[in-house]
């Protein structure tokens, strides 16, 4: 397969309403990196959470555009603020809250074989619609019919 070239300006790519709460733009996709990675950027409000989660295939990667998140990887506890980068491998248990009262990042998957989870997961965030209500049911459903992410607990942080 030969690639090419892909450029977007901003307001030029496909936006999503995730269900785990936040809104996804969808900035490289697998299909346009020959399956090599997914980028995205990703903003979210204060005190949304994941789950604790793996990704079983694929490495990710976080860059804090803006704002601020604490993040716990297998266990232990980090802050990450703007210009922090955090780099999860593959099967490590891993989750975040976000602790500004926004926060904006760029988030990388290599290989990027988690597309159809997020597809799964979010619906079109069309001009003017609003956000869609966190539905974790939703999220473990599209988790377990990908396979993409494994959901290993509940999100790990205090209220």
Known sequence: MTLVATVRNSGESEQRWFYGGGLMTW??????????FFLSEFVGEK?????????????????????????????????????GVAVVPRGVPHAFMVTSPTMRSLTIQTPGTDEAFY?????????????????????????LRTGAIEIVGPPPFEP
């Open 119 to 143: 597809r799964m997961a979010s619906e079109p965030a069309l001009p003017g619609s609003e956000p869609v209500p966190v539905d974790f049911d939703r999220i473990r459903e599209a988790a």
């Open 27 to 36: 900035l490289a996709t697998p299909e346009e990196t020959g399956g090599d």
């Open 47 to 83: 005190g949304k959470v994941t789950p604790m989660h793996v990704h079983p295939a694929a490495h990710e990667t976080f860059y804090i555009l803006d704002g601020e998140i604490l993040l716990d990887i297998d266990g232990e506890k980090h802050s990450l603020s703007t210009g």
